[in-house]
């Protein structure tokens, strides 16, 4: 049988992030083996969550992104379903981002999104397969699209009472990025066009 085909950003049952032992000190989370932290960190000391497995199996479609092809469709605006660079036009960007809440009448303007942006082909194709776009989402263009954080799992200081927060946005400004492990790259999207609104895929 043919292996289906999925965004590149969709991880599969045969993936998975590693449950590497961590020490946290007050100067911050790190891998208790030394060769993993330095492997599993970026240019700016943010520590990464491993990643293990082969893209075999099922999609994991509704599933967090794949930490790894996440990253890098985010870091070098790639669209996240085939890697072709993201369309752009005179207005921006495109980006397709899920309709969360009753947010339908705002302007978009500031929303964080950890869903890299798209091209156009895929800004058609991806959304009826994916659980986060299929029940309505907005296309956007977007001029700014600033880096400004993490998602992951953020852990508490020695001696703090805070329980681990295992989905936490943390800013890059923040005193709490050395106590993140992430898992996705967050950017900022600012001046924003909205193109369409598109609801009810089958
Ligand atoms: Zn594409």
Known sequence: MDKPIAPYVTPWTGESTAAAPVAVT????????PVQDAIARDLDGTLWALCEGTAIGKPQYGAELHPERQRAAMEALLCACCT????????GMLWVLPILDESVDTRWEGVRSAIPPMCEACALSAPPLCPWLRDGHVQLRVREAELIGVLG????????????DPAAFVPHDSPNMPFVVARQAVRELRSITVVTFAADFP
């Open 153 to 164: 799992t953020l852990y508490p200081r020695p001696g703090s009472q805070e329980p681990l």
């Open 84 to 91: 072709q660079p993201a369309s752009r036009n005179e207005h």
């Open 26 to 33: 007050a100067s911050g989370v790190a891998y208790a083996d």
